[in-house]
């Protein structure tokens, strides 16, 4: 079978419900033979996170530490200031990262602190590191804007599955995100879009969300594996623990729908055993979050995170796109 043809679009929730099923050590050869076939092996991607605007989000996302409803002792503060995002993210690339990206608590950016992104945009852009943001929903026009400075990927998570979303977010629609995605794809941006395990939600809901993301007309090119990082104040807070072998069933799935995407093993590593992400790695996730602190919570220290990938023979891939993810866009989408 040529790589071409192992990119679908159109998996049914049966195959993919009975790809979960499988016993794990069936799922996890399969998951790294297409992964091996698709990717370098033994590399991982390096993001580095940075909140450019932390807190007062009027959304009311169950998980999250930022919104203005949740009393977790977040406060409000303003957006940086565009040379302390640069220092940060001369910092990021000094210590390994490749991928620097921008964090905002809005539901969506103002046209005056898009302006003021687009100015980090293009500071970061210039010190060689490939940039990311995250500021909520975007219109078609603002999607361009940040493309016109020079940004590379777009990151908005769709979180769960459409049939469990309004458990957790009731601010804005399911719809509202799809939207956004496609602004962002019209722009000719990269996608970053992924998820959260550990809400509450059920395995239907895990292999519905895979599902969607796996069925939009193009893979997104990063594709962001969460467990959820529960903070006090927050409604999830004290939600049921995910087993872990289930987390790694969600990144081999994840892996197998969408083989030429870079499959990242993102928040709750803090909470995870040296041995749980090796297990991860080897599901096919090929990107980590790399820095001491994701956007208002803790992440490995780097140097335990570079003694962890040396202890397992991985190394950091090389900054610029590669091949694979270049593929996402091409091979299955001659027109
Ligand atoms: N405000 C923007 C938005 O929601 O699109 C951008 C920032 S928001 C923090 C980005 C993503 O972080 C969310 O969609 C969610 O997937 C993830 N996230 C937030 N809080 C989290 C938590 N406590 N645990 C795991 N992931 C979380
Ligand atoms: C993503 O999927 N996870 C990141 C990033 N994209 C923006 C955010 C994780 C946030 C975890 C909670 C916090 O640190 O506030
Ligand atoms: Fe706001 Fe984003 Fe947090 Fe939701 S996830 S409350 S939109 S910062």
Redesign the pocket.
């Known amino acids: 079978m040529t790589r071409s043809a192992q990119i679908r679009h159109d998996w049914t929730l049966e195959e993919v419900e009975a790809l979960f099923a499988l016993p794990l050590l069936d799922l996890l050869l399969r998951a790294q033979s297409v992964h091996r076939a698709h990717h370098e092996p033994n590399t991982v991607q390096m993001s580095t996170l940075l ?1 450019i605007k932390t807190g007062a ?1 009027p ?1 009311d ?1 169950a ?4 919104s203005v409803r949740y009393d977790t002792g977040i406060g409000r503060e303003a957006l940086m200031e565009v040379e302390a995002v640069r220092e940060c993210a001369l910092r990021a690339q000094a210590a390994g990262a490749t991928r620097f990206c921008m ?5 969506s950016p103002k046209p005056k602190d898009l302006r003021a992104i687009c100015a980090m945009v293009r500071e970061v852009s210039a010190l060689g590191l490939e940039t990311c943001a ?4 975007l219109t078609p026009e603002q999607a361009r804007e940040l493309k016109d400075a020079g940004l590379d990927f777009y ?3 769709l ?1 769960t599955s459409e049939e469990f979303y309004g458990e957790i977010i009731t601010t804005r629609t399911y719809q509202d ?1 799809l939207d956004t995605l496609e602004a962002v794809r019209e722009a000719g941006l990269k996608v970053c879009c ?3 395990i ?1 809400m509450g939600e059920s395995a239907r809901d895990r292999a519905q969300l895979l599902l969607t993301l796996a069925n939009l007309p193009q893979h997104p090119e990063s594709v ?1 594996i ?6 006090p104040g ?1 409604p ?1 807070h004290g939600a049921a623990s995910v087993d872990p072998f289930d987390f790694v069933r969600a990144v081999a799935v994840a892996r197998l729908l969408m083989p030429c995407s870079h499959v990242r093993l ?3 590593r803090t909470a995870m055993s040296d041995e749980l992400q090796a297990l991860c790695f080897l599901a096919g996730a090929n990107s980590i979050f790399y820095g001491e602190k ?4 803790g992440n490995p220290d780097t140097d335990h995170d570079r003694k962890l990938l040396a202890r397992l023979g991985i190394v950091p891939e090389a900054a610029a796109t590669t091949r694979s993810e270049a593929a996402t866009g091409a091979a299955d989408h001659p027109a």
């Open positions: 909140s989000c959304e996302c998980y999250c530490p930022q964090g905002a608590a809005y539901r995250t500021l909520g929903m990151n908005h998570n979180d995100r992924g998820g959260i550990g962001p969460n467990e959820l990082v529960q903070v927050t999830l993102s928040a709750g994701l956007l208002t919570t």
